[in-house]
């Protein structure tokens, strides 16, 4: 009950003129950077901070707020529109998102991110606040076996799942690997695989493994098509409305809630954000739409492969929010801007922060809420707006798209070599599509890669080397089992998807020839 008349005294701050102003304010700059490929949500916040430095600590939260999920909102738009996710917690949302687009259902791909992100990011918000202590628990029972199983579940599940051959998804797996371990040893300090250069010992920056090999890869796939066609040629024409119809609101209503079932735990335990929970929702959805025999999912873009991963997303932002609130813990990049916001104002965000800082805290909440509320009442209008850079011609879309991706790339550190790095991962995006090899599990490994490294070793420094460590708790043992029947499961359904392509293929050459045709 002291929740709810809390929330209400966070309302009443919120609602204020000039703070729901900051509001709006927050909502369209953190979109607007958040649209930008190669910033993202995380940049949102770190290049909107000095802005809020002139305001009151009050409306410089509320304004965070919203720049925070407005950040978000923005990753999505650039990954269904160009293939380019501004982040890569928008990544999983892209997969499905692009190929709605190019279909000619950009609109509606937009509208179903816009619904899925605010549904997720209230329901996780809700939950936040009348579960805070509850979610500080789960957190808890994270040690470095765990994370390790964690990251270990995630690789092998999205390889599994996503490929269409294991084998491909597990060459996939390796590259994101073989990406990951360049640059310093986070537990040594020696440097590895960077051939003596100065330049790789950052190693390579995840926003250059995405844009290289989804928009470099794409824009160079697409041109060797239009090359073969004998043209330029356009891209179906968006059309529809971005609002969902009841039969889309029945596929798409029960992704959201699997997607905020996976997002919402995820917030809690510092897995590296939000790429964990996407890509096992996107991955669960296309479990499923396998099960259905639905063929939209991979060629035309299901619905469902946007609602899960968005609402997923969303979902992991509201509650890692508690977690920074409630534990000073942040899960995710931009929590961790969060943090310099609040120590900004000579607050350190932990269990005492909502006795001593109250007053701060609840308007803080309560604008989360309202955020998300303006945010969906912006970008749900605009998706359509959003849509009509389809109709430009492929050759300058395209075109454009790489000078963008570029630019965002140059953005990141200012140097040469991460162009030409982009174009060779972009090189390699291209081959992978030729020979239908999955592009998640590369991304996935890239990004959660040195933190199941440095997990493990973790946990075997803690063992003296004792490798039963991995399977001491509870929680590791379900991980691995879960993990062992997925993998079998994939592999039977992928064996018999195999068999029947076989049967097909031999009942087509033993059909009768018409007697036009001979």
């Given at each position: 009950m002291d929740q709810l008349i809390n929330l209400a005294d966070g309302f009443a701050v919120a609602f204020t003129p000039q703070n729901l102003l900051f509001l709006v304010i927050g909502a369209v700059l953190g979109t607007a950077v958040g649209v930008l490929p190669g910033l993202g949500s995380a940049m949102a916040v770190a290049l909107l901070l000095p802005v809020t430095f002139s305001l009151d600590p009050t409306g410089a939260f509320i304004m965070f707020a919203s720049i925070y999920f407005g950040g978000l909102f923005g990753d999505s738009t650039a990954g269904i529109l160009l293939n380019t996710p501004g982040n890569s917690s928008?990544?999983?949302?892209?997969?499905?998102?692009?190929?709605?687009?190019?279909?000619?259902?950009?609109a509606k791909a937009l509208g179903t991110s816009a619904i899925g992100a605010f549904i997720g990011g209230t329901i996780a918000c809700v939950l936040v606040v009348?579960?805070?202590?509850?979610?500080?628990e789960l957190a808890k029972v994270f040690g470095p076996a765990e994370y390790f199983a964690l990251a270990v579940f995630a690789f092998v599940a999205i390889s599994a799942v996503v490929a269409d051959s294991i084998v491909r998804g597990l060459v996939a797996l390796g590259l994101g690997f073989a990406l990951a371990l360049v640059g310093i040893d986070g537990m040594t300090g020696a440097e590895r695989f960077t051939g003596g250069s100065p330049v790789f010992f950052d190693g390579i920056s995840i926003i250059v493994i995405t844009v290289g090999l989804l928009a470099i890869g794409e824009v160079l796939h697409v041109s060797g098509h239009i090359r073969r066609a004998g043209g330029p040629g356009k891209l179906v024409a968006p059309s529809g409305s971005p609002l969902l119809s009841k039969r889309e609101w029945r596929q798409a209503l029960p992704a959201f809630l699997r997607g905020t079932a996976f997002g919402v735990p995820f917030g809690a335990i510092p897995v590296g954000g939000s790429e964990v929970p996407t890509f096992l929702a996107y991955g669960t959805e296309k479990r499923l739409a396998r099960r259905r025999g639905d063929t939209d999912f991979g060629s035309r873009g299901a619905i469902q492969g946007v609602a899960a991963p968005e609402a997923a997303g969303n979902a992991t932002a509201g509650s890692a929010m508690g977690a920074l609130l409630g534990l000073g813990l942040p899960t995710s990049a931009t929590a961790a801007m969060m943090i310099a916001a609040f120590q900004q104002y000579g607050m350190q965000p932990g269990p005492l922060l909502f006795e001593r800082s109250g007053d701060l805290v609840w308007p803080l909440l309560a604008s989360l809420f309202l955020g998300l509320i303006i945010l969906l009442i912006i970008n749900l209008p605009f998706a359509a707006v959003w849509a009509n850079l389809l109709l430009i011609p492929r050759h300058y879309l395209y075109a454009g798209i790489t000078v963008v991706a570029m630019l965002g790339v140059y953005a990141i550190a200012s140097r040469v070599v991460d162009l030409w790095l982009a174009l060779a991962i972009g090189v390699v995006g291209f081959v992978m599509r030729r020979f239908s090899i999955p592009l998640a599990p590369v991304l996935i490994a890239a990004i959660l890669g040195p933190m199941a490294?440095?997990?493990?070793?973790?946990?075997?420094?803690?063992?003296?080397?004792?490798?039963?460590?991995?399977?001491?708790?509870?929680?590791?043992?379900?991980?691995?089992?879960?993990?062992?029947?997925?993998?079998?499961?994939?592999?039977?359904?992928?064996?018999?998807?195999?068999?029947?392509?076989?049967?097909?293929?031999?009942?087509?050459?033993?059909?009768?020839?018409?007697?036009?045709?001979?």
């Open positions: 928008a990544i999983a949302t892209t997969f499905e998102g692009h190929r709605m687009a190019k279909s000619g259902r950009a009348f579960f805070a202590p509850y979610i500080v490294e440095t997990q493990m070793r973790r946990a075997l420094a803690v063992s003296e080397g004792d490798p039963t460590i991995f399977v001491s708790s509870p929680l590791t043992v379900v991980l691995y089992a879960l993990l062992a029947i997925i993998v079998t499961v994939s592999v039977l359904q992928h064996a018999r998807h195999a068999r029947r392509e076989r049967l097909e293929a031999a009942a087509r050459r033993d059909a009768p020839v018409p007697a036009g045709r001979r």
